[in-house]
C-alpha cells in the first residue's frame, strides 16, 4: 500500500504524527486549507490503482481496504465504497434524534457520498479528472456514476463521528445545504435524485410510526439549516468551511474508544490509500436505480 497523508492548512502538529510511522505514509504539506487542492496534490503523487480517498475524520483499517479494492476488480464496476458506522456515544438526543432518521433517506443508504471513504479503480479515476472545486466533493463524485457502476461493500466499513453538539451539527448541515446548491448550479450534474423528498419522510413514518416525532425534529433542523445557509447562498460563498469541531475533541475520541470492542480499537486511523491489493472478491451489493439511471426499455 502506497499511504499518502496530505496536510492542507494544518496549523497543528498533523504532518509530524502522520510522518511519526515512517517511510511507509508519504506526507505532503500544503500552505492552502483546501480539500480539493489536496485531492489534487495526493493524486499527483500517486502512482497506482485502485485508489481510495479518505477523509482525515473518519477510521477505515487494512481489512476494509483489500475489500474496497476486491470490488472494484469486478466487470463494470468504477467506484465502491464502504457500509457505514456511526459513533454515537455521547451524543446528546439532538444529534442522535436527527441521525435516527438520516440514515433511513433512500438516498443516504444507496449513495457514495457521505461516507467519508470512496474507491475508484483506474477507469472510475478518468471519469473524475476536470471536476472543478466543489464543497460537497463526495456527492458530486457519486453523480459521475451511473448505479450500475458502483457497489456498497458490506464486507468494508468506515467509522464516522457524528457531532457532539447541536450547534455543530447545525454547523454541517448548513455546508452540506451550500454545497448542493453549487452542484446545483453546474449544468452537468444533476443531484435530483439523491435530494430529500417529503415522500421518503413519508415513507419513514408509514413504517416506523414510533419515529413521527423524530422526523418531525428532522424536519426543523433541515430548515434551520438552509436559514444558516441563506447568507452565503446570497453572496455565492461556496469556499467558506462550517467545520464540525466538537467531533475532534479528546473527549469525543474518548467517548468512541470506550463504545468499540476491546479488540476493536485501531492504534491510528489511516489515513488516504491508493492500494493495489491481490484478494479474493468479496460480496458487494449494486446501488439501485434511480432518475440517473438510464435503461433502455423493451419493445
Known amino acids: 500500500m502506497d499511504i499518502i497523508v496530505v496536510a492542507n492548512g494544518c496549523t497543528d502538529d498533523t504532518a509530524e504524527v502522520a510522518a511519526s510511522f515512517g517511510p511507509a505514509v508519504r506526507v505532503l504539506t500544503l500552505p492552502v486549507a483546501s480539500k480539493h487542492e489536496a485531492l489534487a496534490a495526493g493524486d499527483r503523487a500517486a502512482a497506482g490503482f485502485p485508489r481510495i480517498y479518505v477523509d482525515a475524520d473518519v477510521e477505515l483499517r487494512v481489512d476494509d481496504v483489500r475489500a474496497l479494492a476486491a470490488a472494484l476488480s469486478q466487470p463494470g464496476v468504477l467506484a465502491a465504497a464502504p457500509r457505514r458506522e456511526q459513533v454515537m456515544t455521547g451524543r446528546p438526543w439532538q444529534v442522535r434524534w436527527y441521525y435516527d432518521v438520516w440514515t433511513l433517506l433512500p438516498g ?6 457521505g461516507r467519508g471513504a470512496i474507491a475508484v479503480n483506474e477507469a472510475g479515476y478518468q471519469r473524475l479528472v476536470g ?3 466543489l464543497q460537497a466533493d463526495d ?12 457497489v456498497l461493500v458490506h464486507g468494508a466499513r468506515v467509522i464516522s463521528h457524528p457531532p457532539m453538539t447541536f450547534a455543530d451539527l447545525l454547523r454541517r448541515r448548513a ?7 453549487q452542484i446545483e448550479l453546474m449544468r452537468d450534474l ?3 435524485a439523491d435530494r430529500t423528498r417529503i415522500s421518503d419522510l413519508i415513507a419513514v413514518t408509514r413504517h416506523r410510526p414510533g419515529m413521527l416525532l423524530r422526523v ?5 433542523v433541515a430548515v434551520f439549516a438552509r436559514l444558516r445557509a441563506s447568507r ?9 468551511w462550517l467545520r464540525d469541531e466538537s467531533s475532534r475533541t479528546a473527549a469525543a475520541m474518548a467517548a468512541a474508544q470506550s463504545a468499540a470492542p476491546s479488540g476493536d480499537r485501531p492504534v491510528a486511523p489511516v489515513p488516504a490509500v491508493p492500494a493495489v491489493p491481490a484478494v479474493p472478491a468479496v460480496p458487494a451489493v449494486p446501488r439501485q436505480l434511480d432518475a440517473r439511471d438510464h435503461v433502455p ?3
Open 216 to 220: 418531525g425534529y428532522f424536519l426543523s
Open 232 to 240: 452565503a447562498r446570497a453572496r455565492g460563498d461556496y469556499v467558506t
Open 131 to 133: 471536476l472543478p472545486p
Open 297 to 299: 426499455q423493451k419493445k
Open 175 to 181: 455546508r452540506c445545504v451550500t454545497g448542493i446548491a
Open 190 to 192: 444533476d443531484a435530483s
Open 139 to 150: 456527492l458530486a463524485t457519486s453523480l459521475m456514476f451511473e448505479p450500475h457502476e458502483t
Open 108 to 113: 443516504v443508504q444507496r449513495g457514495l457520498w
